[in-house]
């Protein structure tokens, strides 16, 4: 019994410590797209985009993650897109470029943030869903 408490003890820890990575609500494609074109038209405020790579280190094969990725690279970004590769490098200073992942997450009924992480940078918005479409609901806040 002592045992199975310590076990349980350090997956908790363990996966509090561990970020998590992606979409944790349901966002239709339509919507997906509203908050990549958004993100997208953000980062260039923050990093040129001819002078930027991005190391995306999650999957990012979900509607919203396609779409961002595809738009960056339109503006310019260089982006990697290999979590498995990236996992390999026990100091990430090891690899070129910034390392990127981003998560949606619904904070209440009709609200839902978007949060950017550029190496220790996080980039958030918030939105409100109305009329079944995203919509912002203030300004990005930038935390460094």
């Not at 220790?120 to 995203?134: F, K």
Request: hydrophobic share 40%; aromatic share 10%; charged share 20%.
């Amino acid at each position: 019994m002592k045992h199975l408490v310590i076990a349980l003890l350090a997956v908790l820890v363990t996966g509090c410590a561990s970020p998590k990575y992606g979409v944790y609500t349901a966002i239709d494609t339509a919507n997906g797209a509203r908050l990549a074109i958004d993100a997208s038209n953000v980062l260039p405020r923050v990093y040129s985009p001819s002078e930027t790579r991005f190391n995306v280190r999650q999957e990012a094969s979900d509607n919203f993650g396609n779409t961002l990725i595809h738009l960056l690279r339109q503006k310019g970004y260089a982006v990697a897109e290999s979590p498995q590769f990236w996992r390999t490098f026990s100091s990430p200073s090891a690899v070129s470029g910034f390392s990127f992942n981003y998560v949606i997450d619904q904070v209440s009924d009709d609200q839902t943030r978007l949060t950017l992480m550029v190496e220790d940078r996080t980039i958030s918005r918030m939105y409100r869903i109305v009329n079944g479409a995203v919509t912002p609901v203030g300004f990005w806040v930038k935390k460094d």
